[in-house]
Structures are given as structure tokens and as C-alpha cells.
């Protein structure tokens, strides 16, 4: 029986921080299009490139402890335990961040002749370089917030001034001239400032300064696994791109780079769940009450795939227009890869936060194994498929990676903790969904383009359409009471047509 406390707390935390995901991702959005309309795609490829440069070494800087930092917080009381658990996170990946910043420094000549074409791609890369220490500071704040289960100070700093202070300066910097390492001066100034805002705000949750009990062992441990299986998820998102750039042009690392946001922009839902469900498992497996963990699991899975299924299908069915919209008619060409990576994406919402449950209850071991097989995979199959086809060689890597990734946690999750996503509603509703509606899309697309207009029109009746259905077709369960009836007092409006379909509770125990 899910706890309406929990899922009520889950799903607010959810709201606010999809909020802040929304206004984060439309202002990456808005910085790739001015990037992208104001330099060439050459330009615009290179800086791909240098992001991808700089979330590499950030994630290998953090070695796993942003994981664990919230996991071992939740799970203390008494203010001097919460404290070691940060600032034993932060010794850990400031000294490891420290090395990495100071080895690519002295690198930046050798990055610049493997992975870049313009002759002043070094000052490119040393202005990235120079981001990371303060990216990663900006993480470990944000993961103290986290572990204290604070929303809204995670929103202000990372999804609202982080972003907003990086747009502004890079309109400023294009502005002043500095052309194509405008972008890599506004991320350093933009991360230095949130960085500061970060740790203020968690100063205010636990006081940085005063007795704290380090637990050097406890997050090695736990991390260890973390810093490969981070790695290793990262490269799996970035290898391609770092390929596509050695392997082919700058020009097909534009094209790919306008798809592939936009098709990781579909989990913007499932990541809105993750910043309270790790902290809240963990609290509920020290508990042991791992059944609570697992009917969690199940609801909230099951309206990630309700709530991000229209923008699924408009990428797939309609991909041409949809980077035409966005980026501009020269883009329009990279809609396959974009439909290709949609349904790559799509498979992480139909699994849910099958690696964060496994990492709250501590098989962060099994997790690193996953990414492992995963990157191999798709390593394996880039150093095939990208010198022969260029960026769909990709976009097919990249698809059948995460296929085969969820598919392994999945596994790795029902035999180790018999936990699984697929309730029989959840089932029903994977099935139902698409059966109904992609055939009269694709019918549609024989007949009309989307425009800048008619896209979120689109967006909004194909979600319509979905609640109906799911509706109608006995997809919903006696639990999705707590989230319609919240989203109702968000809305102050009562919703008759789905509460008419909810069974009761005691149809859930036939």
C-alpha cells in the first residue's frame, strides 16, 4: 500500500523541481539557438565538443560522492554526522578535481589538435577547464541540499540563477565580440556565481563550519562503485559525440548536437522525480520497508510515461519540423537521428529510477556493472557505425545503449529485490498509448507540418487524448488518487472525467 505522506512529498518536490527543469532546460535551449543562428555550425560543433569535455571531467571529479552524499545525510540525525558526510564528500572530490583541472591545463595544446579544427581551440579549451572546479563545487552544494531534502534552494541556485546568469553573459559576451568563447566564459562566470549561492543556501540547512564526524570509509565504499558507474554513464551519453568529432566534421557534431538535447529534453520529467527519490528510498530502506520503495516505484514510473508520451510521439513523428522549428531549416535534415534518439530516451521513462532505487538500496556495484556492459556496447558499436554513416551511425548507438542499459538494471533490480516497474496498470497503459495513437499521427503527418504555432498545440491535445485514454481503459489505479488529487489542489479545479474511472481501494487486493 503506497504512504500518502511519501508520494504526496515525492511528487511536490517533483513539481517545483520540473518547474526549474523546465525554465533550466528552455534556457540551454535558448543558449544553444542564439549559439547556434549567431556562429557558424563549425562553431557551433565546437562548443559541443568543449561541454562535452567539461561534463566528462566534471563527473570524473566528483568521483560517485554526489551520489552518496545525500544518501549517508538522509540518513543521520544529529548535525555533526550530516556535516562529515558533506565535507568528507568534498574532500574526496576537491582533491581529485584539483589534479584533473591542473594535468588538462598543461593539456590544452594536445586536446585542441585531437578534437578540435580552428587554430585558437586552445584558448576554447582552457576557458572549460577553468569551469570544472567550480561546476563541481556547485554539485557537491547542491547534493548537501539534497541530502537535507530541500527543493526549493536546489531550484534557486542550479535551476534558476545558474542558468540564468550563463544566458545573460553569453548575450553580453557575443555582444562584446568574443565570438565563438563567449560560451565558455559565461559557464565560468555563471558557475562561480551559483557555486556561491549553493553553499550560502546549504549554510543555512547545516552550518558549514563547526564539529563534523567524517565517514572517509562508509562514502568510499559507497562511491567508489559510483565514480566508474558515473563515468561510465556519462561517456555513454558523450563518447559520440567526442567520436563524431575525431571520426567526421564539425559539421555533423552541429547536426547531431541540435538533435540530441532535444530528445534528452524528454526526461525532464523522470529527472524532476530523482532529486527527492534517492534521499527518500535510502530513509525508507534504513526503515526496511523496501515494499514501500517498490509501490513508489511502480506510480510514479507509470506518469513518467504518461506525462512524457506526447513529446515522444511529436519527436518521432514529426522530428523534421520540430528541429526546423528550433534550430532552423539547415537542421532539418538530422530528423531521423532525432526520431532514432527519441525512442532511445523513451525507454528510460518506461523503466523509471531503476538506477537510483538500485543505488538507494546500496548496490551501487550492480550499477556500475550495468554502465559498464552498456558503454561497451555502445564504444563498440561508434568505432563501427560512426566512420561509415557520421552522426545516424550514432544516434543508432546511442538508442540501442540505453535499450540495453535499462534492460540490465531492470534485471539486475527483480532478481536482487524483486522490485519492478510494470504493474498491471503500468503494463496496460505501455501498451494502450501507443496502439492508440501513433496511427492517426502518422496519418497526420501525410497531411500537415508543425509550426512554431501548432507544435505546442500538438504537445497539449496529444496529452489531452492520453489522459483520456488511460482513462477509459482501465489503466488507472486506486493510488493515482494522491496525484490527481494534488495536482487538483495545485490547479484549485476538480477533475470529475478521471475520478469517475478511479477504482477503490479494495480492488487493488482482488
Known amino acids: 500500500m503506497v504512504d500518502e505522506r511519501d508520494v504526496s512529498k515525492l511528487l511536490s518536490s517533483a513539481v517545483l523541481i520540473g518547474a526549474g527543469q523546465v525554465f533550466y532546460s ?15 555550425t563549425d562553431a557551433y560543433g565546437e562548443i559541443s565538443v568543449g561541454l562535452a569535455i567539461l561534463t566528462f571531467v566534471t563527473t570524473i571529479g566528483l568521483l560517485g560522492v554526489k551520489g552518496g552524499i545525500p544518501r549517508f545525510m538522509s540518513r543521520y540525525d544529529d548535525e555533526a554526522n550530516k556535516r562529515g558526510a558533506w565535507l568528507t564528500g568534498v574532500l574526496i572530490a576537491g582533491t581529485a578535481t584539483l589534479v584533473l583541472t591542473i594535468v588538462l591545463l598543461s593539456s590544452t595544446g594536445l586536446i585542441s589538435r585531437l578534437l578540435f579544427e580552428r587554430d585558437d581551440s586552445t584558448r576554447l579549451v582552457a576557458l572549460f577547464v577553468v569551469c570544472i572546479p567550480f561546476t563541481v563545487g556547485l554539485e557537491l552544494a547542491v547534493a548537501g541540499i539534497r541530502g537535507q531534502e530541500n527543493t526549493l534552494y536546489r531550484t534557486y541556485a542550479r535551476d534558476l540563477l545558474y542558468p540564468t546568469g550563463r544566458l545573460l553573459f553569453l548575450v553580453g559576451f557575443l555582444l562584446a565580440g568574443f565570438g ?59 563518447t559520440d559525440t567526442l567520436m563524431l568529432g575525431y571520426f567526421r566534421s564539425s559539421h555533423e557534431v552541429g547536426l547531431y548536437s541540435a538533435a540530441y538535447p532535444l530528445a534528452s529534453g524528454m526526461l525532464l520529467v523522470l529527472s524532476s522525480f530523482g532529486f527527492m527519490y534517492l534521499p527518500l528510498a535510502s530513509r525508507l530502506d534504513a526503515e526496511d520497508d523496501r515494499s514501500e520503495v517498490g509501490s513508489i516505484y511502480e506510480l510514479t514510473t507509470k506518469w513518467v510515461f504518461i506525462v512524457t508520451f506526447p513529446l515522444f510521439l511529436t519527436f ?195
Open 26 to 40: 528552455a534556457s540551454q535551449l535558448i543558449e544553444r539557438i542564439i549559439v547556434a543562428r549567431l556562429l557558424t
Open 316 to 510: 518521432v513523428v514529426f522530428s523534421g519540423d520540430v528541429l526546423e522549428i528550433v534550430f532552423g531549416a539547415s537542421y532539418a535534415e538530422a530528423g531521423n537521428a532525432l526520431s532514432i534518439l527519441a525512442i532511445g530516451f523513451f525507454t528510460s521513462a518506461m523503466f523509471g529510477r531503476n538506477r537510483e532505487t538500485l543505488s538507494a538500496l546500496g548496490f551501487t556495484t550492480a550499477i556500475m556493472g550495468a554502465n559498464g556492459f552498456a558503454f561497451l556496447v555502445n564504444a563498440g558499436l561508434n568505432l563501427i557505425l560512426i566512420p561509415r554513416y557520421g552522426y545516424m551511425g550514432a544516434a543508432v548507438t546511442s538508442m540501442l545503449s540505453f535499450v540495453v542499459l535499462n534492460l540490465t538494471v531492470y534485471a539486475v533490480l527483480k532478481l536482487k529485490c524483486d522490485i519492478t516497474p510494470f504493474s498491471r496498470w503500468a503494463a496496460r497503459t505501455f501498451v494502450v498509448l501507443p496502439v492508440a495513437l501513433f496511427p492517426p499521427a502518422f496519418l497526420l503527418r501525410g497531411t500537415i507540418s508543425l509550426t512554431l504555432v501548432t507544435f505546442p498545440l500538438f504537445v497539449i491535445a496529444t496529452g489531452l487524448c492520453s489522459i483520456v485514454i488511460v482513462s477509459v481503459t482501465g489503466c488507472l489505479q486506486p493510488a493515482d488518487r494522491i496525484p490527481i488529487s494534488l495536482l487538483e489542489q495545485r490547479l484549485d479545479v476538480r477533475i470529475p472525467i478521471v475520478r469517475r474511472y478511479l477504482p477503490d481501494a479494495s480492488y487493488s487486493n482482488n
Open 180 to 238: 565563438i568563447h563567449a560560451a565558455a566564459m559565461a559557464y565560468l562566470v555563471g558557475a562561480v556565481v551559483a557555486c556561491a549561492l549553493a553553499c550560502t543556501l546549504l549554510n543555512r540547512l547545516v552550518p558549514l563550519v563547526g564539529s563534523a564526524r567524517l565517514h572517509v570509509r562508509e562514502l568510499l565504499f559507497f562511491s567508489v562503485p559510483l565514480v566508474f558507474a558515473t563515468v561510465l554513464s556519462n561517456m555513454l551519453t558523450r
